[in-house]
């Protein structure tokens, strides 16, 4: 099925394989793997392509927050992207971070930005070139608006505001994780929370529903389907998504906002280290 006949909103934000394959060469775009695997590019990856750590690259390294503008121009200098240039995202695990170095981008406006659908996995299923040669590009001048997290992200205060409101919110962790059974990702070392369990009101909508086996995301009939029939979200909600610490959730807010059009949905990265280890906050199980 085609990008276009899947029925998105916002079919410009996604490209595929065949799309990229054909543009390798295009000095316009520039493609920007981001993966959880931070040595997962080195062993190879898309031709031309440049590389984010989402932790390195994105995190401040001494406050827990998004690095200053400053260093967004710094970064956006040192992997050859001008304010002009398409970025073309791509991950590991259905891009899911991909969509979180996409979002992190919104916040300094670089709105001139598109995932590759089915991101490094289709890429390498179907057998397409991979390169371990780390390219070079000259270093731009770049300018970035302000940060602005208002739009797209939720703070701490913000969630409670939410839960006292009777807003909705989405739960995108696994259900051991929203039940408390589990206070990380089942397979990984359980840290990060003194307590188990979910925000109030949250509904459980875990965020690889979204995609299909290939890592491509399933169609906007599909995926109204899970969102709207089952869990009785509508396009002109107030919604807040939230994880563990804010990345499975950009990937539900990219299927909310670029393909099924919402145009009110927030991103908590502070998610549940933040609400899970706060004094005073409620908690469900």
Known sequence: MSIDSKG?????????????????DDPSIRLVESNEDVLLYDTGHIPGAVKVDWHNDLNDPVVRDYISKERFEALMSRLGITNDT????????????????YWVFQLFGHTNAKIIDGGRAKWVAEGRPLTRETPTYPPTTYVAQERNDAPIRAFREDVLAHVRAGLPLVDVRSPGEYKGELLHMADYPQEGALRGGHIPGAKNVPWARAANPDGTFKSADELRAIYEQEQGLKAGDDVIAYCRIGERSSHTWFVLTKLLGYENVRNYDGSW?????????????
């Open 8 to 24: 998105y909103v916002h079919p410009e934000v996604l490209v595929s394989t065949d799309w990229v394959a054909q543009h390798l």
């Open 86 to 101: 398409t970025v073309i995202f791509y991950g590991d695990k259905n891009n899911w971070w991909a969509t979180y170095a």
């Open 273 to 285: 280290t933040e609400w899970g280890n706060s004094v005073g906050l409620p908690i469900e199980k």
